[in-house]
C-alpha cells in the first residue's frame, strides 16, 4: 500500500472516531439530571413517574426489573465502593434484613413489596467481574435473580439520578411506576422513620 494511501486510511479513521466522540458528547449534553432537592421532595402526594429500563443480570444478560408495574419496589442503587467504606450503609442493610424476617410484625415486609438492588458498575473502579463473583457467593443461588447491575448508568440516565458516585441510594417505586421516596444514606433517624412511614401505605 503507498503512503498516500495509508494516509487516506488514517484520515479516515480519525475522522469516524471524531464523529463517534461528538455523538458520544451531544448524548451526555441531552441528559439533564433531576436536582437532589426535588428527588428529596418526593412523596406519594408528589411522586415521580419512572419507566422500566433496561440494566444486566449478575451474568451480565440485558434484563429490565421483574416486577416493575405489577408490585411496589424497594430498590438500592449501589456504588459497591460506598457500601465498602461506608459501615452506615452496611448498618443499614443490615437493619433492613432484620425487619423483613419479622414477617407482617416488620415495617417493611409485603407480598405486595419486592426488594431488589442494582449495583452501579458504571463509577466503581472495583473489577465488574470480581464484584459479580462475590456477590452471587455471599447471596448464595437464589437471590442472585433480585440483584442486578447497571454497567454503563442506564437506569441513572434513564431516571435522570444526580451523581450517584460513591452514594447509596435507596427508592421506593410503587407499582403504578412512581417514585415515591429517594434518600442517599446514611440517613438521619427522621429520615428512616419517614422511609418506614412511607413503606407502610403500601403494605
Known amino acids: 500500500?503507498?503512503?498516500k494511501h495509508i494516509l487516506v486510511v488514517v484520515a479516515t479513521m480519525l475522522a469516524v472516531s471524531a464523529s463517534a466522540q461528538k455523538k458520544s458528547a451531544k448524548k451526555e449534553l441531552d441528559y439533564e439530571p433531576l436536582t437532589r432537592e426535588f428527588l428529596y421532595s418526593v412523596s406519594p402526594?408528589?411522586?415521580?413517574?419512572?419507566?422500566?429500563t433496561t440494566i444486566v443480570t449478575l451474568s451480565n444478560n440485558p434484563s429490565t426489573l421483574?416486577?416493575?408495574?405489577?408490585?411496589?419496589?424497594f430498590l438500592f442503587y449501589v456504588d459497591p465502593e460506598s457500601?465498602?467504606?461506608?459501615?452506615?450503609?452496611r448498618d443499614l442493610e443490615k437493619e433492613l434484613k432484620a425487619d423483613g424476617k419479622l414477617g407482617w410484625e416488620g415495617?417493611?415486609?409485603s407480598p405486595e413489596i419486592q426488594g431488589y438492588a442494582v449495583l452501579n458498575l458504571a463509577d466503581t473502579?472495583?473489577?465488574?467481574?470480581?464484584?459479580?463473583?462475590?456477590?452471587k457467593?455471599?447471596?448464595g443461588k437464589d437471590v442472585p435473580s433480585r440483584n442486578f447491575a447497571d454497567n454503563d448508568h442506564s437506569l441513572k440516565k434513564a431516571w435522570r439520578l444526580p451523581d450517584v458516585n460513591n452514594k447509596f441510594v435507596l427508592m421506593f417505586i410503587t407499582k403504578e411506576g412512581d417514585l415515591v421516596f429517594y434518600r442517599e444514606s446514611p440517613m438521619?433517624?427522621?429520615?428512616?422513620?419517614?422511609m418506614y412511614n412511607t413503606i407502610q401505605m403500601y403494605r
Open 1 to 3: 500500500m503507498e503512503i
Open 137 to 139: 457467593m455471599v447471596l
Open 66 to 73: 421483574p416486577d416493575f408495574g405489577s408490585k411496589h419496589m
Open 83 to 89: 457500601y465498602i467504606k461506608e459501615s452506615a450503609n
Open 45 to 52: 402526594e408528589n411522586p415521580y413517574r419512572l419507566t422500566n
Open 188 to 194: 438521619t433517624d427522621e429520615e428512616k422513620e419517614l
Open 125 to 135: 473502579k472495583i473489577p465488574s467481574g470480581l464484584i459479580r463473583s462475590v456477590v
Open 107 to 109: 415495617k417493611t415486609y
